[in-house]
Every structure is written in C-alpha cells, then in structure tokens.
C-alpha cells in the first residue's frame, strides 16, 4: 500500500507573510500563532506577517518557522490531510516530531527559540560558515574533505548538492580546493554560523538539557531523524537525537531513499517556499511530490491526492 510523507523545510525558507492566509482563513492556525506569542512574549503575527529584520536571525526565525509549519500542517490534517510518516530538515524535524504526535506544539516552538538562541550564540560571527558545494560526487567531496581541518559536510541534500561547513578559514580553503577538484560551483551562504558541525557540540549540550523539559509522548506515527536517516518509532530516542542533530551532518537524501525504500509514494511539502520539492526530483522523479504554502495550494492538493486514491 502506498504511504503519504509530510516534509518540513528547515531555516533559509522562512519569507514575510509566511502563513497569514491561514491565520485568516483557519482558527486552528490562528489559535497556533496567538499561542506561540503567549509562550515566547513576543507578536508572532508581525514577526512573520510584516517587513521587519528579525525574521531572518536566527534566534527568531527557528521559532517563527516551526510555527508557521505547524500551523499550516494542523490545518491541513483538520481538512482530512493524513501523513504515515514525517520528516524535516534540520529545525524542519521538530514540526515532524510534533505532528508525529511525540511532543506538544507548545513545546516545539518553546523548544526551537531555545535553540535558535543558542545556535546564535554558540560561535562568535565570522569565525564559522558554511557553503553550498554543487554539481560533484558526494564521495569524491568526502574523500577531499578527510585530508582537511575544522570543516566537514552539514547537510546532504541531493544528488549534486552537499553543503559544507566549519571555520570560516577551512571553508575558504575547502572551497578553492573543491573548485579546482571540478565542483561545478561552490557558493558560499548567507548564514549567521557553521550550523550541523563539531564547533556546535556546546550547543546541543545546552539543548539536551532544554529538551529534559518537553513532555514526551508516543509517537502517533514515525518520522526519520536527520542524524542517520533511520525511522524513529520510540519516543525515547529523540532526546539524544536531538541534542547530536546540531553539530551533527544532515542526511536528507538518506531520509528521503529510507522513506521510499518503506513505500512511500507521495510527498507533502508543508511550509513556506519548495526547497524540499527541488531536492525530491533530483532525488528520484519517480515519486509524487506536493508543496503547500498558501490556503489555495492546500485545497488544491486535497483534490489532487484523492485523485491519485481514486484512481490507484
């Protein structure tokens, strides 16, 4: 039988009016980011809904995100949208976990602006980056990057898409060396620290100790942690899994081959922008995959999975 995945982007997705038409069109959703101000005492609405620079540092936006997923995903599940398993992207895994059913939304987005403080604060500006490296075999980058110092793989994204970090100096050098190696590209990214490296242990250290108060609970459905890319069906385990996911490299296309090797069929991205959608073709064209941003995409999608039910 054929299963339905609910995909949550991580940070770099966020964008502003990220989630206002269904805070106007959905109570659930209105009820989330009204929730989410109370718990952190801050305007979520306007943090996500109107222009401001806050959005985009880091100890915003992690909960702002995950709020906006979570509003979004309860709304669509409360409109008959059914998931068999969850995934996210780095902070994308704590919408998965809370619509996996293994932790409250409260504690999820109380929980991510704890980590988006102490990600923020765990290296001092400048000294980390990290960069994306394109169009060269992830085993050719592995093997360069072993005979290299303080910089590492942060995320494996897709076929032709690693990113890389650690200190600013050794991604300076890894990128040229990349480069001359025949890396179509290596960009570096617009990001505040070398996030899913070593230099970042303190900080989930830290959050492990965050994590000791979240009211766990059994997890309704699985979802597929980062940090090896295996299906997490015992609540217990998340804990530690989150506390290494930090410092620790993203295996999304890992995730996404470990989701479709146990019959997953059909993709929903839930949440602002299609970075995940993108990664999924380049991953295998063969599954279906669905992006919902906005109230109209989420009916539209609704339409579009019955169809493929009705005519499997």
């Known amino acids: 039988m054929s299963k339905t ?10 964008k502003c009016g990220m989630g206002k038409d269904f805070y106007e069109q ?20 306007a943090l996500c809904f109107e222009p401001n620079e806050k959005l985009d540092q880091t100890e915003y936006t992690q909960a702002a995100l ?25 902070l994308g895994e704590y919408a998965a976990i809370a619509v996996a059913g293994g932790m409250s939304d409260a504690d999820a987005i109380r929980t991510t602006r704890v980590r988006g403080i102490l990600m923020q604060q765990a ?8 960069a994306a490296v394109l169009g060269m075999e ?4 592995e093997e360069i990057l072993q005979s290299m110092d303080s910089v590492t793989i942060a995320n494996y994204n897709c076929p032709g898409q690693i990113v890389i970090t650690g200190k600013t100096f050794a991604v300076e050098q890894a990128k040229a060396v990349l480069q001359e190696a025949g890396a179509r590209r290596v960009l570096t990214l ?8 070593p230099m970042l242990q303190g900080a989930g250290e830290a959050l492990r100790r965050e994590l000791d108060h979240v009211a766990w609970s059994n ?3 699985p979802y597929v942690t980062n940090v090896t890319a295996e299906t997490v069906t015992e609540i217990g385990q998340t804990k530690a899994l989150l506390g290494q996911q930090v410092a620790s490299p993203v295996r999304w296309e890992q995730s996404v081959r470990r989701m479709i090797a146990s019959g997953v069929t059909a993709f929903v991205e839930i949440g602002p922008g299609k970075t995940l959608t993108g990664f999924l073709k380049k991953i295998d064209r063969d599954v279906s995959c669905f992006s919902i941003q906005t109230m109209e995409e989420l009916e539209t999608v609704l339409l579009q999975l019955q169809s493929m039910k009705t005519t499997a």
């Not at 669509?76 to 780095?90: H, N, P, Q, R, Y």
């Not at 992830?138 to 980058?141: L, V, W």
């Open 138 to 141: 992830t085993e050719k980058i």
């Open 219 to 221: 997890l309704e459905i």
């Open 26 to 45: 959905s109570k659930t959703a209105k009820m989330i980011f009204d929730r989410a101000s109370e718990i952190l005492g801050f305007d979520m609405k």
């Open 190 to 197: 617009n990001v505040s620290g070398p996030f899913h490296s």
């Open 66 to 90: 995950v709020t906006t997923c979570l509003a979004m995903a309860r709304t669509a599940v409360e409109k008959g949208l059914k998931a068999d398993i969850t995934a996210g992207l780095s």
């Open 5 to 14: 995945a609910f995909l949550f982007p991580g940070q770099g997705s966020q």
């Open 123 to 130: 290296v001092p500006r400048g000294e980390g980056s990290m």
